[in-house]
């Protein structure tokens, strides 16, 4: 039973463009949501975050947000750049326990 | 500062051995986890730590899986009798008190049981 679901297994984009993950989720009782991006053989690096209670975070290049009436959230990422190509992994958390991962999304920046 | 550091960074063993994977968190943080990813997933929970002791070890697949964390820094993850289906990315994260969401991950140890 997956509870954290990224649909799109890769995205492509143009060097400068927006670049959109997804994320969907399933169960209702998640309080925060986390982006996670990943580079080959390093660890997960946290990215940005957004509570429950909210539908909008912007971090410089980066902004999630959350739709809790569709269970949906998306990363957008503007201008994209070279060095964001990477893995993203979306995570949900009830409290501050474990963190729920989806498949990821492999995002490849082209100049 | 230093991060979370796992060791060893890669480790192959045979069919039915014991292993054991380290991780050193970030220092003063008071929680700690371990996750396992496969190809083309993303991590799986496997145990938490809250201190010395095990909040939640609802991830374990099963009893060769045990870890400890005896003085609240140091974990140390055990897998006896390995099998091959226990090949993976074992990761490694850790979280400062206060309730905070964000887990800051180690690089990971690749387990290779042949």
């Keep these: 039973d997956q509870q954290v679901k990224q649909n799109s ?3 492509s984009v143009q060097e400068g463009r927006i670049s959109i993950l997804n994320c969907d989720y399933t169960n209702s009782m998640f309080d925060y949501f986390l982006w996670y991006k990943k580079y080959p053989a390093e660890g997960p690096t946290f990215l940005i975050s957004i509570s429950s209670i909210k539908d909008k975070n912007e971090d410089g290049r980066f902004t999630v947000f ?3 009436s569709a269970k949906h959230l998306s990363l957008h ?3 994209s750049q070279p060095g964001d190509s990477a893995v993203y992994f979306c995570a949900a958390a009830i409290n501050t326990d474990k963190l729920i991962f989806g498949t990821g ?3 490849q920046v082209f100049p | 500062g230093a991060g ?3 060791t060893p960074s890669n ?3 045979e069919k039915g051995k014991y292993v054991e994977l380290r991780c050193d968190p970030i220092s003063g ?4 986890y371990w996750y396992r990813q496969s190809l083309g997933q993303g991590p799986e929970f496997l145990i938490y730590f809250q201190g010395t002791g095990a909040a939640d070890d609802s991830g374990l697949p099963n009893d060769r899986f045990f870890a400890v964390r ?3 820094s140091v974990s140390t993850l055990k897998i006896q009798r390995t099998e091959r289906g226990d090949s993976a990315v074992y990761l490694c994260a850790s979280s400062p008190a206060g309730g905070s969401y964000e887990q800051y991950f180690g690089p990971g140890t690749r387990l290779t049981v042949t």
């Design chain 2, 70 to 72: 005896p003085e609240g």
């Design chain 1, 77 to 79: 990422i503007v201008p």
């Design chain 2, 29 to 32: 943080h008071t929680a700690l």
């Design chain 1, 66 to 68: 959350l739709n809790k």
């Design chain 2, 11 to 13: 480790k192959v063993t």
């Design chain 1, 105 to 107: 999304t492999r995002l």
């Design chain 2, 4 to 6: 979370v550091s796992q």
């Design chain 1, 9 to 11: 297994p890769s995205l």
